[in-house]
């Protein structure tokens, strides 16, 4: 870094030398400007070739540089879109926004308001998410009751329908009471 420094400052130097010749005073000069002064040969003419080699190499490096830039920025886009192919999205979540029932039977209760519904797997005619996506999935739900003391709340599984589990305990069942009223 040094050496390249001194190198410029030297070729900064031979540059004013060029420069400061008067064209006035030798008709010639406009054709030696800028040109190495090959009569000064020795340390001076060395240098310049040696910064020019310098200059070269370096604009060199900043070719390899850009094509390695291009060849990493080609490579990150192939794995964003391979990513975002393998990787599907669903994920909903619907609201209510108005009272239901009391209703003399059992209902799918169909949540009319959308506020997501990415992958389009809640279907909002019928009130129920299909996932064509196999996986893990978690879901959850809020209701606001006035939960009474002495109220049961229960899950329920209809009839010729089934449940998986095993010591995993893939399903499970929770209530937090938040605060008494
Ligand atoms: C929603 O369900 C209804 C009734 O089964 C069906 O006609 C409709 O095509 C479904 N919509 C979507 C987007 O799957």
């Known amino acids: 870094m040094e050496r390249t420094f001194l190198l410029l400052a ?6 004013a030398q ?14 030696t400007v800028c040109k190495p002064d090959i009569r000064d040969s020795g340390v001076h003419s060395a240098q310049i070739l040696e910064l020019q080699g310098l200059i070269q190499e370096q604009a060199q490096l900043n070719q390899e540089q850009a094509q390695l830039n291009q060849e990493q920025a080609q490579q990150l886009k ?23 029932g009391p ?5 799918t209760v169909k949540y009319p308001v959308i506020i997501s519904n990415i992958g389009n797997g809640y279907n909002l005619t019928t009130g129920i998410f299909t996932a ?10 809020t209701m606001r009751n006035n ?8 899950t329920k599984l209809y009839a010729y329908r089934d449940i ?15 605060f008494p009223l």
């Open 10 to 15: 030297a070729f900064i130097f031979s540059s």
């Open 18 to 31: 060029c420069q400061d010749t008067d064209p006035s005073r030798d008709p010639d000069a406009s054709l």
């Open 78 to 100: 192939a794995l964003q879109e391979s990513t975002s192919a393998a990787v599907p999205r669903v994920g909903f979540t619907v609201a209510l926004r108005q009272p239901l």
């Open 103 to 107: 209703v003399p039977i059992d209902i």
């Open 132 to 141: 064509r996506v196999s996986g893990m999935y978690y879901f959850s739900y």
């Open 147 to 154: 939960l009474e003391a002495g109220d049961n709340v229960y």
């Open 164 to 178: 998986y589990d095993d010591r995993m305990s893939h399903n499970t069942f929770s209530g937090f009471l938040l």
